[in-house]
C-alpha cells in the first residue's frame, strides 16, 4: 500500500534523525531564521500543552492530543506503541504505578518546522520521594492538531560529556 510505504519513510526519517535533531537542539538560535507559520505556532503549541499536561495529572489532556492511529517509542532501543487506546493506557500506567508522586516533562527548547515538533526537555519522575530525571530529545509528527507520532531519543548528560 502506498500508504503504508510513505508511514515506513517517514518512520525511518524520523528514526534517523536523532543526530540531526541533536544538532538543531544544540546549534544556537539565528536572529534571520524564519518566522514560524501559524499551522507551525499552533503545532509547538500543542506539543507545549501536550508536555504541560504531565505535571498536573490532566489525563483529558494527554488523551486529547493523540490522533487515534498514534505511534509512541519512548526510546530509540523501545519497540512502537501503537494506537490510541494502548498509548493511553501506557500513560497512565506511569501514573498509577505504586509511589508515584508527580510527572513531569520539562521543556527546555521547542522548534517546529511545518508538521514535526522538536523538543529538548527534561522528563521527571518523583517516586518514593526520589527524583529521577532523563534528558531527551523528542520529535512529534502532527496532523489535523492531534500528535500522530511521537519518538524520544536518550541525550546524555551534559556534565558527563568531555570537550
Not at 94 to 119: A, C, H, M, Q, S
Request: glycine residues 4%.
Amino acid at each position: 500500500m502506498k500508504v503504508r510505504s510513505m508511514d515506513r519513510t517517514r518512520r525511518t526519517l524520523l528514526q534517523t534523525g536523532a543526530i540531526g535533531a541533536y544538532a538543531a537542539l544544540a546549534w544556537p538560535s539565528r536572529a534571520d531564521a524564519a518566522a514560524a507559520t501559524p499551522e507551525e505556532t499552533a503545532n509547538a503549541q500543542l506539543v507545549k500543552d501536550f508536555c504541560a499536561a504531565w505535571a498536573r495529572k490532566d489525563l483529558a489532556k494527554i488523551e486529547s492530543a493523540l490522533a487515534d492511529n498514534v505511534s509512541i517509542r519512548w526510546s530509540e532501543k523501545s519497540p512502537w506503541i501503537n494506537g490510541k487506546a494502548t498509548g493511553f493506557e501506557r500513560i497512565k500506567a506511569i501514573f498509577e504505578r505504586p509511589g508515584v508522586e508527580k510527572v513531569e516533562l520539562e521543556l527546555v527548547e521547542t522548534y517546529p518546522k511545518g508538521p514535526l515538533v522538536l523538543n529538548d526537555r527534561w522528563d521527571r519522575t518523583v517516586r518514593n520521594g526520589k527524583m529521577t530525571q532523563h534528558r531527551l530529545a523528542s520529535i512529534f509528527f502532527v496532523k489535523d492538531g492531534k500528535i500522530v507520532e511521537w519518538i524520544d531519543y536518550d541525550l546524555p548528560d551534559p556534565k558527563t560529556i568531555r570537550s
